[in-house]
C-alpha cells in the first residue's frame, strides 16, 4: 500500500444528528462535544444533535459544528492506531487537518473557526455577495471573464477549484450574476447559484481575514508533525509561522483543490479518508485520481468498516 491521506471536508456537508451514533457508543467522542461546548461556553452539541437546522447553518454555528464533528471521527480513528501520512482540507476542513497534524489543538480550532465565522458573517451585508458553480469550463477561461467583469467594476473572481469540470466563483451579487451570464455565453456547461451567506474566497473577506489575524495570534500553532497540503499553495507546510499565514490568506484567496489532490498523488499517496459528515471530497477526488482507494469516516458505520479494509490492506 501507497501513502494516505486524510481529507476534511468544509461548510456544506453539515445535518442536524450528525456524530449521534458515534457519541452514543465512543465516550472519546462525546467528550469531543463536550470540549467544544465548554471552549465555547455556549451548547454547540445541542444544536448538532437536536438543531434546529436554521441555526445550524449560520456560519458561526456550521462552522465549528462540521469541525467538532470531524474531529470526534478523527479521534476515533487514532484510537485505532491509523495515522495519515498528509493532511488536507477543504477550506474550514484545513482546521480539522490541522488539528489531524498536531499544529492546533482541538479546542483552539473550534475556537478559532467559531470566531471565523462570525467575521466572514460580518465581512459583508447580508444578501451583497454571492457563490456560483460553473460546470464545464477551464480555469484560465473562466478567470478571463472574471476579469472582464472586474475590469466593468464588479468584484467577482475564482473561488473553489474543485475540479477540472467544477470551479466556484465568489464576489458581490451583481458581480456574480454577470460571470455567470458570459461564461455560458462562453461555453459554459451550466451554472449553479449557491445557497451561502457571503462571497467567501474573494477579496470581499478581507475584512474578515485582518480580524482573524488577531485570533490566530493568541492561539497556539505548533509545527505540524504530519505535513500538511494547504489550499492556498497546493503545497506542504509544517512550520507554524506559514500555517498562520496561509490560514489569513485563505478566507480571500481560492481553495486549490485540484492541485492539492495532484500534489499528493505526487507525494506517493494511493488512499484517501474523507473523515467528517458528508461524501463530497471522496467524489472530487475520483475526479482527479480514478485509480485511488477513497473511504468515508462520517458515521458509526463507515467508521467501522473503514478500519478494517484499512488494517487489512496494511
Not at 499544529?103 to 456560483?132: H, I
Not at 467594476?153 to 456574480?176: H, M, R
Not at 495570534?217 to 500555517?243: G, K, M, Q, R
Request: glycine share 8%; charged share 25%; proline share 4%.
Amino acid at each position: 500500500m501507497g501513502k494516505i491521506a486524510f481529507l476534511f471536508p468544509g461548510q456544506g456537508s453539515q445535518q442536524v444528528g450528525m456524530g449521534k451514533d458515534i457519541i452514543e457508543k465512543y465516550s472519546e467522542a462525546a467528550d469531543i462535544f463536550r470540549k467544544a461546548d465548554q471552549r465555547l461556553d455556549y451548547p454547540l452539541s445541542e444544536i448538532i444533535l437536536n438543531g434546529p437546522e436554521d441555526k445550524l447553518t449560520l456560519t458561526e454555528n456550521t462552522q465549528p459544528a462540521i469541525l467538532t464533528v470531524s474531529c470526534a471521527l478523527l479521534k476515533l480513528l487514532e484510537e485505532e492506531g491509523l495515522q495519515p501520512d498528509y493532511t488536507a482540507g477543504h477550506s474550514l476542513g484545513e482546521y480539522s487537518a490541522l488539528v489531524s497534524s498536531k499544529a492546533l489543538s482541538f479546542e483552539d480550532a473550534v475556537f478559532a473557526v467559531r470566531k471565523r465565522g462570525m467575521f466572514m458573517e460580518e465581512a459583508v451585508p447580508a444578501g451583497a455577495g454571492t457563490m456560483a458553480a460553473v460546470l464545464g469550463m477551464k480555469a484560465d477561461k473562466l478567470k478571463e471573464v472574471c476579469e472582464k467583469v472586474e475590469a466593468d467594476g464588479d468584484t467577482v473572481q475564482l473561488a473553489n477549484l474543485n475540479s477540472s469540470s467544477q470551479i466556484v466563483i465568489s464576489g458581490t451579487k451583481e458581480g456574480v450574476e454577470k460571470a455567470s451570464a458570459l461564461a455560458k455565453e462562453s461555453g459554459a456547461k451550466r451554472v449553479v447559484p449557491l445557497n451561502v451567506s457571503g462571497p467567501f474566497h474573494s477579496s470581499l473577506m478581507k475584512p474578515a481575514a485582518e480580524k482573524l489575524e488577531g485570533v490566530l495570534s493568541a492561539v497556539d500553532i505548533h509545527d505540524a508533525e504530519i505535513p500538511l497540503i494547504a489550499n492556498v499553495t497546493a503545497d506542504l507546510v509544517t512550520e507554524a509561522n506559514d500555517i498562520q499565514e496561509h490560514l489569513i490568506e485563505q478566507l480571500y484567496s481560492p481553495v486549490r483543490w485540484v492541485e492539492s489532490v495532484e500534489k499528493m498523488k505526487e507525494f506517493g499517496v494511493d488512499t484517501y479518508v474523507e473523515v467528517g459528515p458528508g461524501n463530497v471530497l471522496s467524489g472530487l477526488v475520483k475526479k482527479v485520481d480514478r485509480r485511488a482507494a477513497i473511504y468515508q469516516v462520517n458515521s458509526l458505520e463507515t467508521f467501522e468498516q473503514t478500519v478494517q479494509a484499512l488494517k487489512e490492506r496494511a
